[in-house]
């Protein structure tokens, strides 16, 4: 489990941001300060003030909850339904695993965020449908990945022997596929979250995610957007949250890749 | 000639895995080289192929199974002329032939890749590439395990064949002792990374004196038959 | 009794099988001699129903074999633990997998007649010796105590001294467990000093079957005969007088 620590870190920072971040934060964040709109950066309102003269660092915090906490939920579906139809695939012979890549084929032929935006779309802007549009997008390279690694455990001797065992479905996967899954899905997952986060952005900004007043990243960008000439630091200070975040993460992604490569080798 | 090194030995990770060793190998002889695995084989092996190396001797080795020695995706006359270059050989069709005609693999296309040939032509293959540099000394690791017994056995007798005319030296390494036994003259007993024994195979197998040597010739067959 | 009744099995297109019938009573032993490619796999696995013949059966006592009765040995005896789980959870799975409660003091004579310190299957199968995982691997095909067990290569992956011991360990379990071992292997050897049948199999056909004694003393067939010659060869087997 060592090669996990790098993600466990980042991610418990992150984690804690989205946690307890409303908790540090100084002001409320839907508090209005008319007389103080658009205040720069420093004196009362450490990252300045907004439109509506909202505390931008203590609404950043806020959101934090909203563009993390959602973008871990929206990953953490995909990743146990996309490993669940992966492993449905990879155990249940031959039809089944047609069928089920089949239907990954499909999903996958969508580009994803387009596709998203079509969903909550139809489906009215807020956050449920936000959630819905970006699982059932993102589901798709977690069912991959656990039917291929799945596809190569079938013919082990650790599987055989539990199939002639009389171990049934459900306790094979568990004990012999699942462990065998942890670090490449883990990997996966990690790329998940970075594209979930600027999922949630990309479908704040567009007016399709979470709604104002509720400070998500992606929303601060559309309400700051009027406003990029005359104050353009409360643009960018969202889009530095979403970019440290999303870099954050695929680094650690990469660094775990790299832990987990010869590990996991066939013997 | 009689090929001699002294003292080789290796230490890896503050570990001696092989403690100094000399060896004598008299020329056209055919030597077993025998112990359990780990027990420094390999490693014996590989120093004495470095000094031989160094000291100018031509030496040959085999490896147990055909596909560590063979590329899948090159064809086998692409391995013949790798070889040749590695060599600095010019191509000599005549000193193919020759070897092709005693390992019985004259009349075959070598256009082909390795997995259009059974694995016993794959290793009499490999075994051709490796004669080609005319060795002092020829390696044959592990000659049975990789291959079906009847055709092992047949290899094995048509490079012992061979080499008897050509007067070079042949080491088998194995861990069985009854192999060993019934293809070498004399034998060296491994142990924890020192050569126990060295004798004569009838009198090793007679009058065993390390114990690793007596637990191997008690153990050297699974079964007798009678006569 | 094991029957196994003009097995022919086709896979992509090519008979691997051919009319094969063998039989096998409890507590014997029946090795299966053949080079690769011969079909020894395949009869494995049909004899262990993971796949379907084109014709005939394989029969224990009459009936078709259950997914239970049977225990496989493999060849490579590492990958046939699960590394991420201890020894003694792999060992008992076939106990678990039909709710069977571990018997301890079965479990304890299993280990010490195999020679496996309890202590050991604490861990994970790249913790030991390969001859320690092979004998592993022998615990969890006897542990819920099947009428047969299939050996395929049960030795080649372990060094000349290990493999005489490992069988010898083998055939006194057997002994006194009374199972019927089908052993598949290329070690004629092994099958000479430990089977009381032979079978040789050459191209998906049964090309000799007989007791071991007849066979090792006068092989019928001219490919049993260079089996036997082989053997002899590369010392596996040793003419000597009596």
Redesign the interface.
Known sequence: MRELLPVLIVVGILAALAVFGPFIAPNPPNAIDIPNRLAPPGGEYLLGTDAMGRCILSRLLHGARWSLGLAFLVSTIGLIAGSVLGLVAAMGGRTVDWAVMRVTDIFLAFPDLVAAVVVAGVLGAGTSSLIFALTVTGWMRYARVARGIGLGLATRGHVVQAQLAGLSGPAIARWHYVPALVPSLTVVWTGMLARAILGISALGFLGFGVQPPTPEWGTMLLDARVHIRSTPLQMIWPGMAVVFCVLAINITGDVLRDALTDRDAPA | MTIHVDGLSAVRAGRTILHPTNLSLPQGSRIGLVG??GSGKSTLCYALIDRLQAEGIAVAHVPQSPDEALDPLRTLAFHWRQAERALGIAPDPARKGDLFRALRLQGQSLNVRPWAWS?GMQQRFVIAVALLAQPALLILDEP??AL???????T??LVEHHIAETGTTLLIV??????????AAHLMVMHEGRVVEQAATADLLARPVSSPAQ??VA????????? | MLTVERLTVRRGGREVLRDVSLSLAPGKTLAVLGESGAGKSTLIASVLGLINPEHGMVSWDGRPIARGAVALVMQEPRAAFNSRLTLRRSVCEPLRARGLPEDQDRFFRLCRGLELEPDLLARRPNQISIGQAQRAGVLRALIAAPPLILFDEPLSALDAATQKHTARLISAIQREEGFAALIVTHDLGYAAAHAENIAVLREGRIEEAADADVFFRNPQSSYGQSLVNAAVALGALEHRAA
């Open positions: 359990p695995s694995r049975t395990s079906d017994p009847v055709i092992a056995a047949a094995l007798s194995t861990h069985d002792l009854g192999l060993a036994a019934a293809r637990s191997l153990h050297r067959n699974w079964a007798v038959l009678p006569c």
